[in-house]
């Protein structure tokens, strides 16, 4: 198991692509989108923009590796017949999911922490060292949501549909949790609805802690019913892909 | 060890494994043969537990194949099976040492893989039949009691599979059971102690290759006659299980050639150029199954 982990981590840091994706390109879209306004309060916020898409992406990077990793390693490994292969050792059924989600959150962590240096260094955020560990931690916990999402649609999708889906679940969560723009811009009833997107709960962990406060346990809540709602989704599907291949 | 009872498993209309009852024993060396669409694939997965049969029980070392695997007491080559892409020989080979609770040292089970010189190359630059021995090299990472092996040898050349089997032999004798599904007859022939022919998703037949020639009627006699002859009188002779007249010549398949070639004598006869041959496997198992369908055919006509 250990083993498993370990060279999905170090396939992971081989893969280029997947590397640029997840490690670089969330710190680099934080510095684009928020670079030109230094200091401007976000519309209907106490936060400022440096403070607010610091969190934003943090949380967007950390789903980007977990969720689009997972999703299409899975179904692409289901198609290949290594999930097959991996069946007939005495990997317990759970390890792989197991190693794949392990393996994912290892990588998401370096994106976390660049785009929180980047915050730091580059847009001069300032924040108490218990906010920075608590944002860290937390963002890196809550990426596990998005991680069994993950599962979820490897194990849901095959071939030609995995990108598709991931993508739409991928942009809809990303615009609905407001990790691009701050909802406050949107009509109230898609603002209502957002409260209840795991990707807006996911971000407002984070900009409770720059608010002074710890996370609000609303959002503590709904992420863990979608937690809830989708390790066990996933676990059906496992199943079900047991039975069937 | 192992142990199929009435077991059956249909997709939709199509019955894949229609009642299957097998015992393998340790240390046994099984060929499983059949056309395609036999059930062959189908069996292998039930056996390994990555189906579940719709009816009867399999039974692998007094449990679930699932917990026989978990035990690390089988190992398995399938054709399905991909290998994890992005990772060196070596590093993937590390791996199935790492989840086999007996597992063998690296180098050994790189060699006997033929693997040694491949050990730093990434899994997706390999040629099929150098995967293929990646594949080996998983399904032997530890001292496993039970090897499964769907077409093994598939996309290897000719001094490849001879090491291949020179490895399996090893294996078997040291007291582990190896059953493999092939399309090769030769290998059947010349590497299984026991055949087990499927059709159908039955059983057909069951026994030493040998053992199988013969149900098949495992002698061909060829003969040319001076004067064209009576087929009736032909057919009427002992131990005859297909008769073919061309012309003047005579080609039979028999059971027991002596007495056949005996009774033509017998028929006043004087047959030339007298041949005759063993059949190969190849022959006995078209034979069989050819014999079944005609079987079948003649009852859905009636």
Redesign the interface.
């Known amino acids: 198991?250990?083993?498993?982990i370990l060279?999905e981590i170090?396939?992971a840091l081989?893969?280029k692509k997947f590397m640029f994706f997840s490690v670089i390109y969330p710190p680099g879209l934080y510095l684009i989108i928020a670079g030109g306004a230094d200091g401007a309060r976000m519309p209907g916020m106490r936060l400022d923009m440096g403070m607010y898409y610091m969190v934003a992406m943090a949380a967007f990077g950390a789903m980007t590796a977990v969720l689009l990793g997972n999703a299409e390693q899975i179904a692409?490994?289901r198609?290949?017949?290594?999930?097959?292969?991996l069946?007939?050792?005495?990997?317990?059924g759970r390890g792989y999911v197991g190693a794949k989600i392990a393996a994912a959150a290892t990588v998401s962590l370096p994106s976390i922490v660049l785009v929180l240096l980047a915050g730091a260094v580059v847009k001069g955020v300032r924040l108490e060292v218990w906010q920075w560990a608590a944002i860290a931690l937390s963002t890196w916990l809550g990426s596990f949501v998005f991680a069994a999402l993950g599962v979820a649609i490897g194990y849901l999708a095959t071939g030609d549909a995995v990108r598709p889906i991931s993508m739409l679940c991928y942009f809809g969560l990303a615009f609905l949790g407001g990790l691009w723009m701050p909802l406050t811009i949107l009509p109230q009833w898609v603002q209502n609805l957002a409260d209840y997107v795991p990707t807006h709960a996911y971000a407002a962990l984070g900009t409770a802690i720059e608010g002074g406060t710890g996370p609000h346990p609303k959002d503590v809540a709904v992420l863990l019913v979608y937690l809830a709602l989708f390790v066990s989704g996933a676990a059906w599907l496992y199943r079900k892909d047991t039975?069937?291949? | 060890m192992v142990s199929f009872r009435g077991v059956t498993k249909r997709y939709g209309a199509v019955r894949a494994v229609d009642g299957i009852d097998l015992e393998l024993h340790p240390g046994e060396t099984v060929a499983l043969l059949g056309p395609n669409g036999a059930g062959k694939s189908s069996t292998l997965d039930l056996l390994?537990g990555?189906?579940?049969p719709d009816s009867g029980t399999v039974d692998l070392f007094g449990t679930t194949p699932q917990r026989a695997?978990?035990?690390?007491r089988?190992?398995?080559m399938?054709q399905?099976?991909?290998?994890?892409?992005?990772?060196k020989v070596r590093?993937?080979v590390?791996?199935?040492r790492?989840?086999?609770?007996r597992a063998y040292p690296l180098d050994a089970i790189l060699r006997a893989a033929d693997l040694t010189d491949l050990a730093d190359r990434m899994v997706d630059k390999l040629s099929g039949g150098q995967q293929q021995r990646v594949?080996f090299a998983?399904?032997t990472a530890g001292a496993n009691d039970l090897i499964v092996l769907d077409e093994p040898t598939t996309g290897m050349d000719v001094s490849a599979r001879q090491a291949f089997w020179g490895t399996m032999r090893a294996q078997a004798a040291a007291g582990r059971t190896v059953l493999f599904a092939t399309h090769y007859l030769e290998e059947a022939d010349a590497i299984a102690d026991r055949v087990i022919v499927l059709h159908r998703g039955t059983v057909l037949a069951d026994g030493t290759a040998t053992e199988i020639k013969a149900r098949a009627g495992a002698r061909r006699i060829a003969f040319d006659l001076d004067t064209a002859v009576d087929g009736a009188a032909l057919r009427a002779l002992p131990a005859l299980t297909a008769l073919e007249v061309s012309g003047r010549t005579v080609r039979i398949q028999s059971h027991d050639a002596d007495a056949t070639v005996h009774a033509v004598y017998g028929l006043g006869l004087y047959p030339r150029n007298l041949e005759v041959a063993g059949l190969g496997l190849e022959q006995a198992f078209l034979a069989l199954t050819a014999a079944t369908d005609d079987a079948t055919a003649g009852e859905a006509g009636r």
């Not at chain 1, 069946?87 to 317990?92: N, Q």
């Open positions: 198991m250990t083993t498993l060279l170090r396939r081989r893969n692409k490994e198609e290949l017949g290594w999930v097959r292969q069946r007939l050792t005495a990997l317990p039975r069937k291949a | 390994l990555l189906r579940a695997i978990a035990q690390g089988v190992g398995a399938l399905s099976g991909g290998l994890m892409q992005g990772v590093e993937l590390g791996l199935a790492d989840l086999h609770p594949r998983l399904a």
